[in-house]
């Protein structure tokens, strides 16, 4: 049984910094799998922030690149992800995603939001 759970949310100034953490469970790194970070606004649609896979590469939306760091650590079973200067448009549910083949798990998501 795979669980996500989501943590670090919360509110920041315009350029400053959160790190995120998706601690898993049920989860093997002997398997072919991906893990990520989305998120969604009030009223939009979600959106992949960033994605790492079981060899260790890692894709970032065009929006985040370069502010965003995904990251994570097996021997803790912890996915992070590294926000530095956070924008207003950054704000949104973030939400941790694990699938393999065919299935997929959620996290329930936390809170940023970007405000001065």
């Known amino acids: 049984q795979v669980h996500l759970v989501e943590s670090g949310g919360r509110v920041v100034q315009p350029g400053g910094s959160l790190r995120l953490s998706c601690a898993h469970s049920?989860?093997?790194?002997?398997?072919?799998?991906?893990m990520g970070w989305y998120r969604q606004a009030p009223g939009n649609q979600r959106e992949h922030v960033a994605i790492i896979g079981s060899r260790g590469s890692t894709t970032y939306a065009d929006s985040v690149k370069g502010r965003f760091t995904i990251s994570r650590d097996n021997a803790n079973n912890i996915m992070y992800l590294q926000m530095n200067n956070l924008k207003p448009e950054d704000t949104a549910v973030y939400y941790c995603?694990?699938?393999?083949?065919?299935?997929?798990?959620w996290g329930q998501g936390t809170q940023v939001t970007v405000s001065s």
């Open positions: 049920g989860t093997t790194i002997f398997e072919i799998y991906f």
């Open positions: 995603r694990y699938w393999s083949g065919r299935n997929e798990y």
